[in-house]
Nanobody, 126 residues
Framework: QAQLVESGGGLVQAGGSLRLSCAASGRTFGNYAMGWFRQAPGNEREFVAGVSRSGVTTYNTDSVKGRFTISRDNAKNTVYLQMNSLKPEDTAVYYC???????????????????WGQGTQVTVSS
């Protein structure tokens, strides 16, 4: 079982950057594909980015392509979301999630994932 803890959220002006981190407990982090999701007030939780177990395969939702980058460090049991050129519409609670997976798959649906963190707030002011 994976326990996930996000950090790195905060308040930033439009055009700024933040890097979110998600630390996983246990020694099986490398067995999980990882994803980042977000949920704005009044909206459903949505997929942002995913990375395979190997870290080689990634996928971003269209609204963040060219601005956000997901990566992972299996030695540190951590997945990252580098967010650049932030916009007010990126304001949301960001969650990381883990799914037991094959080596190269990326998962994009909420109900694919087995474990979730508590979330970290990202607020982008205009």
């Amino acid at each position: 079982q994976a326990q996930l803890v996000e950090s790195g959220g905060g308040l930033v002006q439009a055009g700024g950057s933040l890097r979110l981190s998600c630390a996983a407990s246990g020694r099986t982090f490398g067995n999980y594909a990882m994803g980042w999701f977000r949920q704005a007030p009044g909206n459903e939780r949505e997929f942002v980015a995913g990375v395979s177990r190997s870290g080689v395969t990634t996928y971003n939702t269209d609204s963040v392509k060219g601005r956000f980058t997901i990566s992972r460090d299996n030695a540190k049991n951590t997945v990252y979301l580098q967010m650049n050129s932030l916009k007010p519409e990126d304001t949301a609670v960001y969650y990381c999630a883990a799914k037991g997976s094959s080596w190269s798959e990326v998962w994009v649906r909420i109900y694919d994932y087995d474990y979730w963190g508590q979330g970290t707030q990202v607020t982008v002011s205009s």
